[in-house]
């Protein structure tokens, strides 16, 4: 049985409506009163007093805001580099003519499946029990004690462990871009003497930059959101050293009695990301239209 024309719309207006209602209920409606508690000294509970635009002036006085935003732009950078340069290696490798190539493609999503603080936890025990054992063995003496309790190297297993775990969709998505490349290309770009690195440079990158842009904005948005995998590993320390800016909302929002403050907090922190998403885009963009 068909449905009329006005029936088709009071069926997709019916199916819209309640998800909207939770859209605005458990995003737009918290959104709001995040960004009304910012001009607040809020505590999380109780009275509160509006401060105006002194929680935002404060922001930038204060020195663990500061040292969380360099933390966090420090470890998003180099583990996008990192996720980027691995995964399109293991994408390459993947999309070529290689026996079991279905299975070990499904091998390197595994990690993307499981739960990022179930990873952080696994994790944490490796760097924290195993690695300090096999070092002890072989007698490295750097990684005797566990990486996370350094405050000059914990970042660098945090970092790994993001890493690990993101490599998977980024291959994913590299292999997709690899495999709308057409086979003539390759043909034609042969009898130009294009092979190896030549052939990556001038034949193959070019064509999957649309993939490319889509993986660097998701990672840099991604890791500057890091905290399922800090909240696992070292909770913020040592000493404060690998406090990401969600972690720091979190803990001191929550349970540290700045609600108000680390509302403010978050409103920079989602303009920022924006901002940086949207610089992202565009200049991907003109990457694309020039090639």
């Known amino acids: 049985m068909k449905l ?21 209920c458990f995003n737009t409606i918290p959104l709001i009163r995040g960004v009304i508690y910012s001009f607040t000294n809020f505590k999380g509970f109780g009275k509160y007093d509006w401060v105006g635009f002194r929680n935002y002036i404060d922001l930038f006085s204060d020195l663990r805001v500061g040292k969380s935003y ?4 420090k470890l998003a950078i180099v583990t996008t580099v990192v996720v980027n340069v691995l995964s399109l ?9 290689i026996k079991a190539k279905s299975f070990f493609r499904g091998a390197y999503f595994l990690p993307n499946i499981l739960g990022a603080l179930v990873v952080g936890y696994i994790f944490n025990y490796f760097f924290t029990y195993i690695l300090p054992a096999v070092a002890d063995m072989i007698g490295i003496d750097a990684l005797r004690t566990s990486i996370l309790s350094n405050p000059s190297a914990a970042w660098i297993g945090i ?12 291959t994913i998505i590299y292999i997709s871009g690899l495999q709308t490349v057409p086979e003539d290309v390759y043909e034609a770009g042969g009898l130009d003497g294009a092979t190896g690195w030549k052939q990556f440079k001038y034949l193959t990158f070019p064509l999957i930059i649309p993939f490319f842009s889509i993986n660097m904005v998701l990672c840099v948005k991604n890791f500057l959101m890091v905290f399922d995998q800090i909240m696992a590993l070292t909770k913020g320390g040592p000493a404060q050293s690998t406090e990401s800016i969600s972690y720091l909302i979190y803990n001191n929002g929550m349970s540290g009695g700045q609600f108000g403050f680390q509302s403010a907090n ?15 885009m565009k200049f991907s963009g003109k990457k694309e239209e020039q090639l």
């Open 4 to 24: 009329g024309k006005n029936e088709r719309k009071t069926t997709f207006l019916l199916i819209t409506i309640p998800i909207l209602a939770l859209f605005i």
């Open 70 to 73: 360099w933390f966090t732009f």
């Open 89 to 97: 290696l293991l994408a390459l490798a993947l999309n070529s003519s």
């Open 159 to 170: 970092m790994v462990v993001c890493a690990w775990q993101a490599i998977a969709m980024n």
């Open 266 to 280: 978050a409103v920079v922190f989602f303009i920022v990301i924006v901002a940086v998403s949207v610089a992202q």
